[in-house]
């Protein structure tokens, strides 16, 4: 039975990263919800929230729920300044414009870190030890579980957040209906600026629970943003529960395939699949179909 | 109550509402009649801080409202239902209702009971509680629509086209709804293309074609105007024709 161990080993691992590509791609989500533009600077918040981790837990030594906590707080403020000083004062609104401020923002952000942190990349240790617990043959690390848990936290917090909170639910009714919210009274703006400070929180805890598993470098953000971004589109963009089935598929196929095939091929197979889902299905897994009347 | 001088405003060159004046009195009835793309929902939009005005002020309860956000609009009491896009439709109906209550901060008792009213006013409501609002009939809609409004405790309610689309048992029941808001105390802007049914419950109304006010009068005034009239009552000026 070893190939079928094989498979378990692999699935596991894939699903380790695939929650953190489902973090990305809710983070993705929000701010679609909210603004209906995509924030390519979504990855930026991802690699900032390994960098200041690593920042406040490793050189300046903090203890790590501090650490976490500042780190996570931090870049959500980063989100919020981004709407606030570059897509809020635009003066097209346009959604083109403001995603090549976004895209604009990336590249700023990618910079000033490189200024910052330099450019090898840097690791953290994981958050408790490194032996592997054996389960059913297959081995997991226990950031691996850290990262599974952490992440089902944060779906289940949002969950509730969303459904059971005031603000959470003026949110969804600002997705709803931007014009409607107005008129309930709803301060739209409050509501978008909570959006970006959301999906910086949500970027951060993905980078700070990576960065264990994969290192980080200055550069990483691209590249994490772009799964992110391929696991919402996989899911059924703006749906939260897609963004996680999508993060999820995306993180097993792409370990299947690293591990069946070639790890050569790993990030190839995200954008193939990525590909194939906006040639045969573009509203994704949860999304409400394809076709939409403008 | 609300005051209203010289507007203007538009989309880029194209200007559609030209110097546009009108007043309501606390506590009246006042509809604004007028055929499709005469600016009334413009107007409105104007009104609510959706719309920007490029001249002219809005004064409400004494004090110049055009430059405020919708949202602050609401909190004073100023509020619309629009035409279209009315609703949330994914959300739930009881959340839509309690969105409409977002600015009163009410703790989980008052809230329930500002539904309970709602519920009394609309039963249907209550039957629909957990069902997401997109799958409400037009009818629904409508009183959920208003229903959401009146979670906001509006002093000065702006109803666009409250009866389009809505069959006639239920027009007349709305029309009789509006009338015991009224009665109740809340100051209401009609805007309406069922001319007859509103200017019947109006103290006064308003004429608008082309972006200007052509014509003012109190409600029954206006009904037997000629030029109302050839221009929204048709089926009254047969009857000339056939004395």
New interface residues.
Partial sequence: MPQLVKLFQFTLSGLTTGSTYALIAIGFSIIHNATGIVNFAQGEFVMLGGMFMITFYGYLKLPMAAAFVLSVFAVAIIGLLLEKTALRPSRSQEVLNLVMITVGASIFIKGLSMAVWGKSAMTLAPFSGEDPILILGAAIMPQSIWIFGITLAVVAALSAFFVKT?TG??M??V???R???????????RMIALSFFLSGALGAVAGIILTPVTTISYDAGIMLGLKGFSAAILGGYGSMIGAVAGGLLLGVLESLGAGLVSSEYKDVLAFLILLIVLFFKPGGIFGKGASRRV | MLKIRNIDAGYGKIQILHRTSLHIREGEIVSLIGANGAGKTTLLNVI???HPLKGGSVMFQNREIQAM???RI??MGL????ET???????TVL?NL???A??R?LDRRALQSEIEKIHALFPILRDRGDRAAGTLSGGERQMLALG?ALM?KPRLLMLDEPSLGLAPVIVAEMFGIIQSLNAMGTTILLVEQNAREALQISNRAYVMETGRIVLTGAGVELMSNEEVKRAFLGNDYKEKWER
């Fill in positions: 005031r639910k003026a969804r009714a997705a709803a209906s014009r409607s919210a107005m008129l309930a009274g709803i301060p739209v703006n | 609510s801080g959706l956000p919708p949202d609401v909190g509020i619309q239902v629009p896009d009315k609703i949330f439709p994914p959300l959340e309690e969105m409409g977002y600015l901060r959401r906001g």
